[in-house]
Protein backbone atom coordinates (compact mmCIF):
# COMPACT_ATOMS: atom_id res chain seq x y z
CA UNK A 1 0.00 0.00 0.00
CA UNK A 2 0.84 3.38 -1.07
CA UNK A 3 2.28 5.66 2.05
CA UNK A 4 0.16 9.00 0.92
CA UNK A 5 -2.73 7.67 -0.52
CA UNK A 6 -5.63 9.74 -2.63
CA UNK A 7 -9.00 9.65 -3.47
CA UNK A 8 -10.02 10.07 -5.90
CA UNK A 9 -7.30 9.65 -8.45
CA UNK A 10 -9.44 11.25 -11.13
CA UNK A 11 -12.62 13.28 -11.09
CA UNK A 12 -14.79 15.68 -13.60
CA UNK A 13 -16.92 17.82 -11.72
CA UNK A 14 -19.42 20.48 -13.11
CA UNK A 15 -19.28 24.23 -12.11
CA UNK A 16 -20.59 25.20 -8.86
CA UNK A 17 -20.76 21.92 -7.20
CA UNK A 18 -18.45 21.04 -4.12
CA UNK A 19 -15.44 18.50 -4.22
CA UNK A 20 -13.79 17.12 -1.58
CA UNK A 21 -9.96 15.88 -2.16
CA UNK A 22 -8.99 12.97 0.35
CA UNK A 23 -5.69 11.88 1.64
CA UNK A 24 -4.25 9.65 4.32
CA UNK A 25 -1.12 8.63 5.15
CA UNK A 26 0.82 5.65 7.21
CA UNK A 27 3.97 7.41 7.53
CA UNK A 28 3.48 8.88 11.43
CA UNK A 29 4.24 11.97 9.75
CA UNK A 30 3.46 15.05 11.73
CA UNK A 31 2.88 17.81 8.73
CA UNK A 32 0.69 17.73 5.84
CA UNK A 33 0.13 19.64 2.17
CA UNK A 34 -2.07 20.22 -0.57
CA UNK A 35 -0.45 21.51 -3.94
CA UNK A 36 -1.66 21.68 -7.53
CA UNK A 37 0.09 22.06 -10.51
CA UNK A 38 -0.43 23.47 -13.59
CA UNK A 39 1.24 22.86 -16.56
CA UNK A 40 4.13 25.12 -17.44
CA UNK A 41 3.59 26.42 -13.69
CA UNK A 42 5.31 24.18 -11.51
CA UNK A 43 3.47 23.33 -8.42
CA UNK A 44 1.79 25.61 -5.78
CA UNK A 45 1.50 25.19 -2.22
CA UNK A 46 -2.27 25.70 -0.91
CA UNK A 47 -3.05 24.91 2.67
CA UNK A 48 -0.73 23.01 4.76
CA UNK A 49 -0.72 21.65 8.48
CA UNK A 50 1.78 21.28 10.62
CA UNK A 51 -0.37 19.32 13.35
CA UNK A 52 -4.16 17.99 13.78
CA UNK A 53 -4.59 21.81 15.42
CA UNK A 54 -2.63 23.82 13.08
CA UNK A 55 -3.91 25.20 9.27
CA UNK A 56 -2.11 27.75 7.68
CA UNK A 57 -2.84 28.98 3.68
CA UNK A 58 0.04 28.70 1.01
CA UNK A 59 0.31 30.92 -1.55
CA UNK A 60 -2.93 30.11 -3.60
CA UNK A 61 -5.86 28.96 -0.57
CA UNK A 62 -8.36 31.55 -2.37
CA UNK A 63 -11.90 29.24 -3.68
CA UNK A 64 -10.21 26.22 -1.30
CA UNK A 65 -10.58 25.04 2.09
CA UNK A 66 -8.59 22.43 4.37
CA UNK A 67 -9.50 20.01 7.27
CA UNK A 68 -7.07 17.69 9.17
CA UNK A 69 -9.06 15.05 10.80
CA UNK A 70 -6.79 13.12 11.87
CA UNK A 71 -3.01 13.35 11.96
CA UNK A 72 -3.11 10.77 9.60
CA UNK A 73 -5.79 12.62 6.98
CA UNK A 74 -5.87 16.11 5.43
CA UNK A 75 -9.21 16.80 2.94
CA UNK A 76 -8.81 19.43 0.22
CA UNK A 77 -12.29 20.88 -0.54
CA UNK A 78 -13.61 22.85 -3.52
CA UNK A 79 -16.79 24.89 -1.69
CA UNK A 80 -18.10 25.71 -5.48
CA UNK A 81 -15.54 24.66 -8.44
CA UNK A 82 -15.02 26.46 -11.55
CA UNK A 83 -12.97 25.83 -14.26
CA UNK A 84 -9.80 27.31 -13.42
CA UNK A 85 -9.44 24.80 -10.86
CA UNK A 86 -8.94 22.12 -13.50
CA UNK A 87 -5.15 20.90 -12.26
CA UNK A 88 -3.79 17.90 -11.16
CA UNK A 89 -3.91 18.41 -7.22
CA UNK A 90 -1.03 16.58 -4.49
CA UNK A 91 -0.74 15.91 -1.38
CA UNK A 92 2.40 15.55 0.34
CA UNK A 93 4.28 14.57 4.25
CA UNK A 94 7.13 15.42 6.10
CA UNK A 95 8.30 14.75 9.76
CA UNK A 96 9.87 17.65 11.96
CA UNK A 97 11.91 15.02 13.47
CA UNK A 98 13.73 12.66 10.42
CA UNK A 99 12.94 15.46 7.98
CA UNK A 100 14.37 13.35 4.67
CA UNK A 101 12.13 15.22 2.49
CA UNK A 102 8.79 15.28 1.42
CA UNK A 103 6.60 12.18 0.47
CA UNK A 104 3.88 12.85 -2.02
CA UNK A 105 0.93 11.34 -3.29
CA UNK A 106 0.05 9.94 -6.54
CA UNK A 107 -2.05 13.09 -7.54
CA UNK A 108 -5.85 13.30 -8.48
CA UNK A 109 -6.68 14.81 -11.66
CA UNK A 110 -9.66 16.99 -11.32
CA UNK A 111 -11.70 18.34 -14.07
CA UNK A 112 -14.30 21.46 -13.67
CA UNK A 113 -16.16 21.30 -16.93
CA UNK B 1 13.59 31.37 0.69
CA UNK B 2 15.89 31.99 -1.81
CA UNK B 3 15.22 31.59 -5.55
CA UNK B 4 17.02 28.96 -7.73
CA UNK B 5 17.66 28.80 -11.81
CA UNK B 6 17.72 25.61 -14.15
CA UNK B 7 18.23 25.43 -17.19
CA UNK B 8 15.11 24.43 -18.83
CA UNK B 9 15.56 21.41 -20.21
CA UNK B 10 18.81 19.09 -21.17
CA UNK B 11 19.25 15.79 -22.90
CA UNK B 12 22.12 12.75 -22.26
CA UNK B 13 23.02 9.58 -23.32
CA UNK B 14 21.47 6.60 -21.87
CA UNK B 15 24.49 5.09 -19.65
CA UNK B 16 26.60 8.57 -19.56
CA UNK B 17 26.17 10.35 -16.29
CA UNK B 18 23.29 13.38 -16.36
CA UNK B 19 24.63 16.45 -14.62
CA UNK B 20 22.36 18.85 -13.57
CA UNK B 21 23.00 22.15 -12.71
CA UNK B 22 21.60 24.68 -10.43
CA UNK B 23 21.71 28.45 -9.37
CA UNK B 24 20.96 29.98 -5.57
CA UNK B 25 23.31 33.05 -5.51
CA UNK B 26 21.00 34.56 -2.85
CA UNK B 27 21.29 31.43 -0.35
CA UNK B 28 21.64 32.12 3.29
CA UNK B 29 23.41 30.12 5.27
CA UNK B 30 20.77 28.21 7.32
CA UNK B 31 18.96 27.44 4.18
CA UNK B 32 19.96 23.64 2.61
CA UNK B 33 19.34 22.57 -1.21
CA UNK B 34 17.10 20.09 -2.01
CA UNK B 35 16.63 18.04 -5.07
CA UNK B 36 13.49 16.12 -6.41
CA UNK B 37 11.89 14.82 -9.91
CA UNK B 38 8.58 14.20 -11.35
CA UNK B 39 8.46 11.30 -13.87
CA UNK B 40 5.70 12.00 -16.17
CA UNK B 41 2.56 13.45 -13.52
CA UNK B 42 3.27 11.45 -10.75
CA UNK B 43 3.76 12.66 -6.91
CA UNK B 44 7.33 14.23 -6.96
CA UNK B 45 9.97 11.87 -5.83
CA UNK B 46 12.70 13.18 -2.87
CA UNK B 47 16.40 12.37 -4.07
CA UNK B 48 18.84 13.72 -2.27
CA UNK B 49 19.63 17.01 0.21
CA UNK B 50 22.65 18.89 1.59
CA UNK B 51 24.00 22.16 3.46
CA UNK B 52 27.66 22.39 2.06
CA UNK B 53 29.52 19.41 2.09
CA UNK B 54 28.94 17.17 -1.01
CA UNK B 55 26.15 14.46 -0.55
CA UNK B 56 26.04 10.70 -2.04
CA UNK B 57 23.50 8.08 -1.70
CA UNK B 58 21.86 4.91 -4.01
CA UNK B 59 19.92 7.53 -6.39
CA UNK B 60 22.65 10.54 -6.73
CA UNK B 61 25.36 12.69 -5.61
CA UNK B 62 25.00 16.79 -5.04
CA UNK B 63 28.02 18.49 -5.37
CA UNK B 64 27.75 21.98 -3.52
CA UNK B 65 30.23 24.88 -4.85
CA UNK B 66 32.76 26.26 -1.72
CA UNK B 67 30.60 29.40 -1.92
CA UNK B 68 27.57 27.48 -1.81
CA UNK B 69 25.98 29.63 -5.10
CA UNK B 70 25.28 26.87 -6.90
CA UNK B 71 25.11 23.04 -7.20
CA UNK B 72 24.80 20.31 -9.70
CA UNK B 73 22.96 17.07 -9.38
CA UNK B 74 24.46 13.76 -10.97
CA UNK B 75 22.84 10.49 -12.35
CA UNK B 76 25.86 8.63 -12.86
CA UNK B 77 24.50 6.19 -15.10
CA UNK B 78 21.67 7.57 -16.35
CA UNK B 79 18.49 5.19 -17.99
CA UNK B 80 15.53 5.91 -19.35
CA UNK B 81 13.61 5.41 -16.16
CA UNK B 82 15.40 8.70 -15.19
CA UNK B 83 13.90 10.92 -17.82
CA UNK B 84 11.35 13.56 -15.50
CA UNK B 85 11.73 17.31 -14.53
CA UNK B 86 14.20 18.07 -11.81
CA UNK B 87 14.01 20.43 -9.13
CA UNK B 88 15.96 22.25 -7.55
CA UNK B 89 14.78 24.00 -3.98
CA UNK B 90 16.33 25.72 -1.41
CA UNK B 91 14.64 26.32 2.22
CA UNK B 92 16.47 26.68 5.69
CA UNK B 93 17.29 23.94 7.96
CA UNK B 94 14.62 20.89 8.20
CA UNK B 95 14.68 20.75 11.77
CA UNK B 96 13.43 24.36 11.95
CA UNK B 97 10.34 25.31 13.64
CA UNK B 98 10.02 28.48 12.42
CA UNK B 99 6.52 28.83 10.95
CA UNK B 100 6.27 28.28 7.23
CA UNK B 101 9.96 27.06 7.25
CA UNK B 102 9.42 24.17 5.89
CA UNK B 103 6.82 24.99 2.78
CA UNK B 104 9.08 23.45 -0.09
CA UNK B 105 8.83 26.03 -2.79
CA UNK B 106 8.74 24.08 -6.68
CA UNK B 107 10.08 26.24 -9.59
CA UNK B 108 10.27 25.45 -13.24
CA UNK B 109 12.80 22.81 -12.97
CA UNK B 110 14.81 21.02 -15.76
CA UNK B 111 13.23 18.62 -17.87
CA UNK B 112 15.82 15.70 -18.42
CA UNK B 113 15.42 13.68 -21.27
CA UNK B 114 17.53 10.01 -21.38
CA UNK B 115 18.09 9.12 -24.96
CA UNK B 116 18.73 5.56 -26.05
Known amino acids: ?113 | DAKTTQPPSMDCAEGRAANLPCNHSTISGNEYVYWYRQIHSQGPQYIIHGLKNNETNEMASLIITEDRKSSTLILPHATLRDTAVYYCIVRVAPFSIIQGAQKLVFGQGTRLTINP
Open chain 1, 1 to 113: DADVTQTPRNRITKTGKRIMLECSQTKGHDRMYWYRQDPGLGLRLIYYSFDVKDINKGEISDGYSVSRQAQAKFSLSLESAIPNQTALYFCATSDLRRDYGYTFGSGTRLTVV
